[in-house]
């Protein structure tokens, strides 16, 4: 839902942090998540590791809003369901995440949500209850991370972050359903 935007991305940000330029990385030069190369589409040029370093907060809402809960449609979800596919796309891609959801609920898993994508996470709920949806869709992340080759450096994190995304995205259900 577009009013959990805020929240979902102020969480997202405690797992960002500042400045990583890690070698082990495959995401390179990092700020609060931006990578250089997001940060250079954002801008629709090359921009420079300093600019990057200094990316204003305006900027960092901007590019996730736009690159990402928009990318993954989360205006459209539903309640903790949307904070846990908007900080996946944060973690993994915008396709990914939506290709996560797509083999949960049954349509074809071309990492592009739309009516029929909506259609049937709207019916898996209906059926199941968006709890379950919620744990599957933290399951389905865990066993992608799992099969990465930098999951020996980063899983544990990813792990982690996960399941506190899991935890709160649960309790924001909860709210819209209690």
């Not at 449609?73 to 596919?85: C, H, K, P, R, Y």
């Not at 074809?108 to 049937?120: M, N, R, Y």
């Not at 992340?141 to 020996?152: K, S």
Request: with cysteine; glycine share 8%.
């Amino acid at each position: 839902m577009e009013r959990n935007f805020p929240e979902a991305l102020a969480h997202t940000l405690q797992f960002e942090g500042g400045w990583a330029n890690n070698p082990k990385d495959p995401g390179g030069a990092t700020m609060k998540g931006i990578t250089q190369r997001t940060y250079n589409q954002y801008l629709g040029r090359q921009a420079s590791q300093e600019e990057l370093r200094h990316i204003s907060d305006a900027e960092v809402a901007a590019i996730y809003r736009k690159l990402y809960w928009d990318e993954c449609l989360a205006d459209a979800l539903a309640d903790g369901l949307d904070l846990a596919v908007f900080d996946a796309a944060v973690n993994t891609g915008p396709r990914e995440a939506s290709k996560l959801l797509q083999r949960i609920v049954g349509v074809p898993a071309d990492g592009v949500l739309g009516p029929k994508s909506l259609a049937a996470i709207n019916n898996y709920i209906a059926a199941e209850g968006l709890p379950k949806l919620i744990d599957a869709y933290t399951e389905a992340r865990q066993a992608y991370y799992r099969l990465l080759p930098t999951y020996v450096n980063f899983g544990e994190g990813w792990r982690k972050r996960a399941d506190e995304v899991a935890m709160l995205a649960r309790d924001l259900s909860e709210q819209q359903t209690g």
